[in-house]
Protein backbone atom coordinates (compact mmCIF):
# COMPACT_ATOMS: atom_id res chain seq x y z
CA UNK A 1 0.00 0.00 0.00
CA UNK A 2 1.12 3.28 -0.80
CA UNK A 3 1.35 6.10 1.62
CA UNK A 4 1.17 9.72 0.93
CA UNK A 5 1.92 13.26 3.31
CA UNK A 6 -0.29 16.40 2.38
CA UNK A 7 0.54 19.78 2.95
CA UNK A 8 -1.52 22.88 1.90
CA UNK A 9 -0.76 26.24 2.07
CA UNK A 10 -2.77 29.80 1.65
CA UNK A 11 -6.52 30.54 1.67
CA UNK A 12 -8.97 28.31 3.07
CA UNK A 13 -10.23 27.22 -0.62
CA UNK A 14 -6.86 25.49 -0.89
CA UNK A 15 -7.07 24.02 2.70
CA UNK A 16 -10.49 22.36 1.04
CA UNK A 17 -9.08 21.30 -1.97
CA UNK A 18 -6.23 19.67 -0.10
CA UNK A 19 -8.63 17.45 1.84
CA UNK A 20 -10.56 16.65 -1.57
CA UNK A 21 -6.76 15.50 -2.71
CA UNK A 22 -6.84 13.60 0.36
CA UNK A 23 -9.78 11.91 -0.57
CA UNK A 24 -9.11 10.99 -3.65
CA UNK A 25 -5.99 9.39 -3.00
CA UNK A 26 -7.92 7.60 -0.26
CA UNK A 27 -10.39 6.21 -2.30
CA UNK A 28 -7.75 4.92 -4.51
CA UNK A 29 -6.96 2.55 -1.25
CA UNK A 30 -3.76 5.14 -0.71
CA UNK A 31 -2.94 5.73 3.26
CA UNK A 32 -1.99 8.72 4.92
CA UNK A 33 0.93 8.69 6.39
CA UNK A 34 3.88 10.77 8.85
CA UNK A 35 6.18 12.55 6.50
CA UNK A 36 8.96 10.45 7.10
CA UNK A 37 7.62 6.73 6.49
CA UNK A 38 5.27 8.35 3.09
CA UNK A 39 6.26 7.01 -0.03
CA UNK A 40 4.80 10.90 -1.58
CA UNK A 41 5.24 14.43 -0.53
CA UNK A 42 2.22 16.74 -1.81
CA UNK A 43 2.83 20.07 -1.32
CA UNK A 44 -0.32 22.69 -1.89
CA UNK A 45 1.17 25.64 -3.10
CA UNK A 46 0.13 29.20 -2.73
CA UNK A 47 1.73 31.87 -4.88
CA UNK A 48 -0.29 34.79 -3.22
CA UNK A 49 3.40 36.38 -1.88
CA UNK A 50 7.21 35.45 -2.36
CA UNK A 51 6.94 34.52 1.55
CA UNK A 52 4.48 32.06 0.03
CA UNK A 53 7.13 31.04 -2.72
CA UNK A 54 9.74 30.66 -0.12
CA UNK A 55 8.09 28.89 2.27
CA UNK A 56 7.33 26.12 -0.84
CA UNK A 57 10.66 25.52 -1.66
CA UNK A 58 11.42 25.06 2.09
CA UNK A 59 9.17 22.16 2.48
CA UNK A 60 10.01 21.01 -0.90
CA UNK A 61 13.80 20.91 0.78
CA UNK A 62 12.24 19.57 4.18
CA UNK A 63 10.93 16.70 2.87
CA UNK A 64 14.09 15.32 0.47
CA UNK A 65 16.09 15.95 3.75
CA UNK A 66 14.03 13.84 6.29
CA UNK A 67 12.70 11.51 3.44
CA UNK A 68 15.51 11.28 0.47
CA UNK A 69 13.36 8.42 -1.49
CA UNK A 70 10.11 9.88 -1.18
CA UNK A 71 8.53 11.14 -4.54
CA UNK A 72 7.40 15.07 -4.58
CA UNK A 73 4.02 16.33 -6.23
CA UNK A 74 4.20 20.18 -6.58
CA UNK A 75 0.21 21.15 -6.67
CA UNK A 76 -1.91 24.34 -6.91
CA UNK A 77 -0.79 27.96 -7.32
CA UNK A 78 2.96 27.48 -7.86
CA UNK A 79 2.20 24.52 -10.18
CA UNK A 80 -0.70 26.80 -12.27
CA UNK A 81 1.94 29.94 -13.00
CA UNK A 82 5.16 27.69 -13.19
CA UNK A 83 6.10 29.94 -16.29
CA UNK A 84 6.42 32.83 -13.81
CA UNK A 85 8.75 31.28 -11.30
CA UNK A 86 12.17 32.06 -12.70
CA UNK A 87 13.73 31.22 -9.31
CA UNK A 88 12.05 28.37 -8.68
CA UNK A 89 13.87 25.04 -9.11
CA UNK A 90 11.33 22.70 -10.58
CA UNK A 91 14.03 20.19 -12.01
CA UNK A 92 13.80 18.19 -8.98
CA UNK A 93 10.16 17.81 -8.28
CA UNK A 94 8.58 14.58 -9.97
CA UNK A 95 5.07 15.74 -11.06
CA UNK A 96 3.62 18.84 -11.35
CA UNK A 97 -0.16 19.41 -11.67
CA UNK A 98 -2.11 22.82 -12.08
CA UNK A 99 -4.91 23.91 -10.16
CA UNK A 100 -7.51 21.71 -12.14
CA UNK A 101 -5.32 18.76 -12.57
CA UNK A 102 -4.76 18.52 -8.81
CA UNK A 103 -8.41 18.40 -8.34
CA UNK A 104 -8.68 15.27 -10.51
CA UNK A 105 -5.16 13.29 -9.04
CA UNK A 106 -6.25 9.90 -9.74
CA UNK A 107 -5.63 10.69 -12.93
CA UNK A 108 -2.12 11.66 -13.09
CA UNK A 109 -0.72 9.85 -9.75
CA UNK A 110 0.23 6.59 -11.48
CA UNK A 111 2.42 8.90 -13.64
CA UNK A 112 4.69 9.57 -10.55
CA UNK A 113 6.02 6.30 -11.17
CA UNK A 114 6.14 6.16 -14.81
CA UNK A 115 8.09 9.45 -15.76
CA UNK A 116 10.17 11.99 -13.93
CA UNK A 117 9.50 15.76 -14.04
CA UNK A 118 6.35 15.14 -15.73
CA UNK A 119 4.19 18.45 -15.52
CA UNK A 120 0.27 18.51 -16.11
CA UNK A 121 -0.61 21.96 -16.37
CA UNK A 122 -3.17 22.87 -19.03
CA UNK A 123 -3.91 26.92 -19.53
CA UNK A 124 -6.23 28.30 -16.93
CA UNK A 125 -7.88 30.58 -18.61
CA UNK A 126 -9.57 27.45 -21.18
CA UNK A 127 -11.77 26.61 -17.59
CA UNK A 128 -15.31 27.78 -18.67
CA UNK A 129 -17.01 25.44 -16.15
CA UNK A 130 -16.77 24.59 -12.32
CA UNK A 131 -15.09 21.83 -11.56
CA UNK A 132 -17.74 20.07 -9.06
CA UNK A 133 -15.64 17.84 -6.27
CA UNK A 134 -16.19 18.52 -2.88
CA UNK A 135 -15.41 16.48 0.72
CA UNK A 136 -16.79 12.81 0.93
CA UNK A 137 -16.24 12.72 4.36
CA UNK A 138 -15.27 16.12 6.32
CA UNK A 139 -13.59 15.82 9.60
CA UNK A 140 -14.29 19.83 10.85
CA UNK A 141 -16.95 20.76 12.61
CA UNK A 142 -17.28 23.86 10.45
CA UNK A 143 -16.77 22.55 6.72
CA UNK A 144 -15.73 25.06 4.00
CA UNK A 145 -18.50 24.63 0.95
CA UNK A 146 -16.72 25.59 -2.42
CA UNK A 147 -18.86 27.61 -4.35
CA UNK A 148 -16.85 29.42 -6.85
CA UNK A 149 -13.12 29.17 -8.40
CA UNK A 150 -11.44 32.41 -10.16
CA UNK A 151 -11.70 36.00 -10.54
CA UNK A 152 -12.75 38.41 -13.22
CA UNK A 153 -10.43 41.58 -11.80
CA UNK A 154 -7.54 42.41 -12.47
CA UNK A 155 -5.88 44.24 -8.97
CA UNK A 156 -2.69 45.56 -10.69
CA UNK A 157 -0.65 43.81 -8.16
CA UNK A 158 -2.49 40.16 -7.96
CA UNK A 159 -1.44 36.54 -9.63
CA UNK A 160 -4.22 35.02 -8.21
CA UNK A 161 -6.53 35.51 -11.35
CA UNK A 162 -3.59 33.62 -13.26
CA UNK A 163 -3.33 30.71 -10.92
CA UNK A 164 -7.03 30.18 -10.63
CA UNK A 165 -8.80 31.82 -14.32
CA UNK A 166 -11.49 33.41 -14.54
CA UNK A 167 -14.60 33.10 -12.46
CA UNK A 168 -16.89 30.25 -12.55
CA UNK A 169 -19.91 29.56 -10.21
CA UNK A 170 -21.33 25.63 -8.98
CA UNK A 171 -24.35 25.36 -9.89
CA UNK A 172 -27.13 26.23 -7.26
CA UNK A 173 -28.42 22.94 -7.43
CA UNK A 174 -24.81 21.28 -6.44
CA UNK A 175 -24.15 23.34 -3.33
CA UNK A 176 -27.73 22.72 -2.01
CA UNK A 177 -26.28 18.86 -2.47
CA UNK A 178 -23.66 19.16 -1.08
CA UNK A 179 -24.92 21.26 2.13
CA UNK A 180 -27.75 18.59 2.50
CA UNK A 181 -24.99 15.80 2.68
CA UNK A 182 -23.02 17.60 4.86
CA UNK A 183 -26.09 18.02 7.32
CA UNK A 184 -26.94 13.98 7.15
CA UNK A 185 -23.46 14.02 8.97
CA UNK A 186 -24.67 15.75 11.75
CA UNK A 187 -22.66 19.10 10.66
CA UNK A 188 -24.21 22.67 12.07
CA UNK A 189 -21.77 25.25 10.39
CA UNK A 190 -20.28 25.60 6.55
CA UNK A 191 -18.56 28.85 5.22
CA UNK A 192 -19.11 29.54 2.15
CA UNK A 193 -15.81 29.62 0.09
CA UNK A 194 -14.14 30.48 -3.33
CA UNK A 195 -11.46 32.40 -5.22
CA UNK A 196 -14.39 35.71 -5.45
CA UNK A 197 -17.64 34.67 -3.96
CA UNK A 198 -18.90 38.60 -4.31
CA UNK A 199 -18.61 36.83 -8.11
CA UNK A 200 -20.80 34.02 -8.18
CA UNK A 201 -23.73 33.57 -10.26
CA UNK A 202 -22.30 35.80 -13.27
CA UNK A 203 -22.89 33.05 -15.69
CA UNK A 204 -26.16 32.16 -14.18
CA UNK A 205 -27.61 35.60 -14.25
CA UNK A 206 -28.19 35.54 -10.47
CA UNK A 207 -26.09 37.05 -7.43
CA UNK A 208 -24.93 35.78 -4.53
CA UNK A 209 -27.83 36.90 -2.56
CA UNK A 210 -30.01 34.53 -4.41
CA UNK A 211 -27.84 31.47 -3.60
CA UNK A 212 -28.08 32.50 0.46
CA UNK A 213 -32.23 32.98 -0.19
CA UNK A 214 -31.76 29.58 -1.56
CA UNK A 215 -29.22 28.42 1.34
CA UNK A 216 -31.75 29.94 4.46
CA UNK A 217 -34.52 27.29 3.52
CA UNK A 218 -32.28 24.18 4.03
CA UNK A 219 -32.30 23.15 7.38
CA UNK A 220 -28.13 24.28 8.09
CA UNK A 221 -27.73 26.13 11.51
CA UNK A 222 -24.95 28.15 11.00
CA UNK A 223 -23.14 29.50 7.47
CA UNK A 224 -20.55 31.96 6.88
CA UNK A 225 -19.21 33.97 3.97
CA UNK A 226 -16.01 34.47 2.42
CA UNK A 227 -14.24 37.70 1.67
CA UNK A 228 -16.20 40.16 -0.11
CA UNK A 229 -15.53 43.23 -1.77
CA UNK A 230 -17.16 46.32 -1.11
CA UNK A 231 -19.26 46.65 -3.50
CA UNK A 232 -20.77 43.43 -3.21
CA UNK A 233 -22.75 44.08 0.61
CA UNK A 234 -25.51 46.28 -1.05
CA UNK A 235 -28.75 47.26 1.09
CA UNK A 236 -30.62 44.11 -0.23
CA UNK A 237 -28.22 41.58 1.08
CA UNK A 238 -27.49 43.54 4.50
CA UNK A 239 -31.82 43.85 5.13
CA UNK A 240 -31.55 40.16 4.40
CA UNK A 241 -28.78 39.33 6.62
CA UNK A 242 -30.01 40.90 9.86
CA UNK A 243 -33.64 39.18 9.39
CA UNK A 244 -31.65 35.35 9.08
CA UNK A 245 -31.23 33.26 12.06
CA UNK A 246 -28.92 31.43 10.18
CA UNK A 247 -26.48 33.72 9.16
CA UNK A 248 -23.00 34.50 11.68
CA UNK A 249 -22.46 38.51 11.41
CA UNK A 250 -18.71 37.76 10.84
CA UNK A 251 -17.86 39.48 7.66
CA UNK A 252 -14.02 40.00 5.56
CA UNK A 253 -13.80 42.51 3.43
CA UNK A 254 -11.27 42.63 0.88
CA UNK A 255 -10.21 46.47 1.58
CA UNK A 256 -6.23 46.25 0.57
CA UNK A 257 -6.32 49.95 1.41
CA UNK A 258 -8.11 52.87 2.76
CA UNK A 259 -6.59 55.30 0.55
CA UNK A 260 -8.09 56.73 -2.83
CA UNK A 261 -5.09 57.33 -4.66
CA UNK A 262 -3.70 53.81 -3.96
CA UNK A 263 -6.98 52.21 -4.31
CA UNK A 264 -6.21 54.27 -7.84
CA UNK A 265 -2.93 52.57 -8.33
CA UNK A 266 -4.10 49.34 -7.19
CA UNK A 267 -6.82 49.24 -9.63
CA UNK A 268 -9.55 48.31 -7.13
CA UNK A 269 -13.36 49.52 -7.93
CA UNK A 270 -14.53 51.54 -5.06
CA UNK A 271 -12.87 54.92 -2.83
CA UNK A 272 -11.94 54.85 1.13
CA UNK A 273 -15.59 56.64 1.28
CA UNK A 274 -17.53 54.21 0.26
CA UNK A 275 -15.73 51.58 2.42
CA UNK A 276 -16.14 53.59 5.58
CA UNK A 277 -19.91 53.93 4.73
CA UNK A 278 -20.31 50.02 4.58
CA UNK A 279 -18.35 49.40 7.93
CA UNK A 280 -20.97 51.80 9.50
CA UNK A 281 -23.61 50.32 8.15
CA UNK A 282 -22.58 47.04 9.02
CA UNK A 283 -21.71 47.99 12.85
CA UNK A 284 -25.68 49.80 12.69
CA UNK A 285 -27.45 46.71 11.27
CA UNK A 286 -25.87 43.65 13.06
CA UNK A 287 -25.43 43.11 17.41
CA UNK A 288 -21.66 43.24 17.72
CA UNK A 289 -20.34 42.23 14.05
CA UNK A 290 -17.06 40.63 13.50
CA UNK A 291 -15.21 42.85 10.97
CA UNK A 292 -12.11 41.65 9.48
CA UNK A 293 -10.14 42.71 6.67
CA UNK A 294 -7.06 42.74 4.24
CA UNK A 295 -4.95 45.57 4.28
CA UNK A 296 -1.67 45.77 1.95
CA UNK A 297 1.30 48.17 3.33
CA UNK A 298 4.37 49.74 0.84
CA UNK A 299 2.54 49.67 -2.10
CA UNK A 300 4.45 51.44 -4.45
CA UNK A 301 4.44 54.77 -4.51
CA UNK A 302 2.58 54.47 -1.12
CA UNK A 303 3.39 58.42 0.87
CA UNK A 304 3.38 58.40 4.73
CA UNK A 305 0.85 60.88 4.03
CA UNK A 306 -1.47 57.44 2.17
CA UNK A 307 -0.07 55.43 4.71
CA UNK A 308 -1.66 57.44 7.35
CA UNK A 309 -4.86 58.13 5.75
CA UNK A 310 -5.04 54.19 5.65
CA UNK A 311 -4.00 54.03 9.34
CA UNK A 312 -6.65 56.49 10.27
CA UNK A 313 -9.49 55.30 8.64
CA UNK A 314 -8.79 51.93 9.83
CA UNK A 315 -8.75 53.13 13.81
CA UNK A 316 -12.09 55.18 12.57
CA UNK A 317 -13.61 51.86 11.02
CA UNK A 318 -13.66 49.92 14.69
CA UNK A 319 -12.78 46.67 12.48
CA UNK A 320 -12.47 43.60 14.86
CA UNK A 321 -9.28 42.46 13.49
CA UNK A 322 -6.86 43.52 10.71
CA UNK A 323 -5.19 40.99 8.51
CA UNK A 324 -2.06 43.03 7.33
CA UNK A 325 0.83 42.23 4.53
CA UNK A 326 3.46 44.03 2.89
CA UNK A 327 2.95 44.02 -0.75
CA UNK A 328 5.03 41.10 -2.55
CA UNK A 329 6.22 41.88 -6.61
CA UNK A 330 4.33 39.16 -8.28
CA UNK A 331 5.66 38.78 -12.08
CA UNK A 332 3.98 40.09 -14.64
CA UNK A 333 1.44 42.55 -13.01
CA UNK A 334 1.27 46.02 -13.39
CA UNK A 335 2.85 46.86 -10.09
CA UNK A 336 5.29 44.70 -10.58
CA UNK A 337 6.78 47.35 -13.42
CA UNK A 338 5.90 50.16 -11.19
CA UNK A 339 8.22 53.13 -10.09
CA UNK A 340 9.00 53.92 -6.71
CA UNK A 341 8.96 50.22 -4.95
CA UNK A 342 8.96 50.96 -1.11
CA UNK A 343 12.32 49.78 0.77
CA UNK A 344 11.40 46.77 2.81
CA UNK A 345 11.88 48.51 6.15
CA UNK A 346 9.47 50.93 5.30
CA UNK A 347 7.36 48.33 4.67
CA UNK A 348 8.27 46.66 7.71
CA UNK A 349 7.64 49.23 9.78
CA UNK A 350 4.15 49.81 8.21
CA UNK A 351 3.30 46.66 8.96
CA UNK A 352 4.14 46.44 12.57
CA UNK A 353 1.71 49.73 13.35
CA UNK A 354 -1.16 48.32 11.51
CA UNK A 355 -0.29 45.10 13.58
CA UNK A 356 -0.53 46.64 16.85
CA UNK A 357 -3.75 48.49 15.82
CA UNK A 358 -5.08 45.05 15.00
CA UNK A 359 -4.38 43.81 18.49
CA UNK A 360 -5.68 46.93 20.24
CA UNK A 361 -8.80 46.85 18.00
CA UNK A 362 -9.59 42.97 18.73
CA UNK A 363 -9.00 43.49 22.61
CA UNK A 364 -11.74 46.54 22.31
CA UNK A 365 -14.39 44.25 19.94
CA UNK A 366 -13.69 41.17 23.09
CA UNK A 367 -14.40 43.76 26.04
CA UNK A 368 -17.76 44.81 24.30
CA UNK A 369 -18.62 41.12 24.13
CA UNK A 370 -18.06 40.51 27.80
CA UNK A 371 -21.42 39.94 29.76
CA UNK A 372 -22.85 38.84 26.37
CA UNK A 373 -24.92 36.22 25.63
CA UNK A 374 -23.82 33.84 23.00
CA UNK A 375 -24.82 31.16 20.71
CA UNK A 376 -21.76 29.01 20.95
CA UNK A 377 -20.76 25.62 18.09
CA UNK A 378 -18.37 23.56 20.33
CA UNK A 379 -15.68 22.17 18.22
CA UNK A 380 -12.91 19.73 19.28
CA UNK A 381 -11.63 18.46 22.06
CA UNK A 382 -7.90 18.65 23.41
CA UNK A 383 -6.36 15.93 24.00
CA UNK A 384 -3.71 17.88 26.29
CA UNK A 385 -5.81 20.21 28.05
CA UNK A 386 -8.71 18.33 28.11
CA UNK A 387 -11.18 21.40 26.90
CA UNK A 388 -13.12 22.12 23.97
CA UNK A 389 -12.86 25.03 21.69
CA UNK A 390 -15.73 26.87 20.84
CA UNK A 391 -16.65 29.77 18.68
CA UNK A 392 -19.76 32.66 18.83
CA UNK A 393 -21.46 33.32 15.85
CA UNK A 394 -19.65 36.59 15.51
CA UNK A 395 -16.39 34.53 15.65
CA UNK A 396 -15.19 34.88 18.57
CA UNK A 397 -13.11 31.33 20.32
CA UNK A 398 -12.97 30.61 23.81
CA UNK A 399 -12.40 27.13 25.64
CA UNK A 400 -14.84 25.20 27.85
CA UNK A 401 -13.86 22.47 30.19
CA UNK A 402 -16.63 19.55 30.47
CA UNK A 403 -16.05 16.10 31.11
CA UNK A 404 -18.11 14.85 28.47
CA UNK A 405 -16.67 13.23 25.17
CA UNK A 406 -19.46 13.59 23.01
CA UNK A 407 -19.96 17.49 22.95
CA UNK A 408 -18.50 17.95 19.36
CA UNK A 409 -21.00 19.69 17.10
CA UNK A 410 -23.39 20.70 20.02
CA UNK A 411 -24.66 24.12 19.84
CA UNK A 412 -25.11 25.73 23.27
CA UNK A 413 -26.55 29.40 24.43
CA UNK A 414 -23.92 30.62 27.37
CA UNK A 415 -22.82 33.76 29.29
CA UNK A 416 -19.46 35.08 27.47
CA UNK A 417 -18.39 36.50 31.43
CA UNK A 418 -17.75 33.18 32.06
CA UNK A 419 -14.92 32.58 29.28
CA UNK A 420 -11.89 33.93 28.49
CA UNK A 421 -12.41 35.84 25.00
CA UNK A 422 -9.80 34.85 22.29
Not at 23 to 30: I, M, P, T, V
Not at 98 to 124: A, S
Not at 159 to 168: E, L
Not at 264 to 280: P, Q, S, T, V, W
Request: aromatic share 10%.
Amino acid sequence: MKTFYIKSLGCKQNQLEGQIIQNELEKLGFKASKLEKADIYILNSCTVTSHSDSQAKYLLNYAKRKNPNIKTILAGCIAQTYKQHKNFNFSDIDLILGNEEKIDIEKYINKLFENENTFFVENIFKQKKFKNKYLINPKSTRVSVKIQDGCNNRCSYCIIPYARGNSRSNSIENILFQINLIIQKGIKEIVLTGIHIGQWGNEYNKTLLDLLKEIEKTEICRYRLGSLYIDEINDNMINFLKKSKKFCPHFHLSLQSLSNSTLKRMNRRYNAHEAMILIEKLHKNFDLPYLGCDIIVGFPDETNEEFQETYNNLKKAKLSSIHCFPYSKRENTPAYFMKNQIQNNIKTERTKLILELSEKLHKEFLNKNKNKKAEILIEKKSPKTGLYSAVTRNYIKIYIKDNLNNLQHTIKNVNLNEFELM
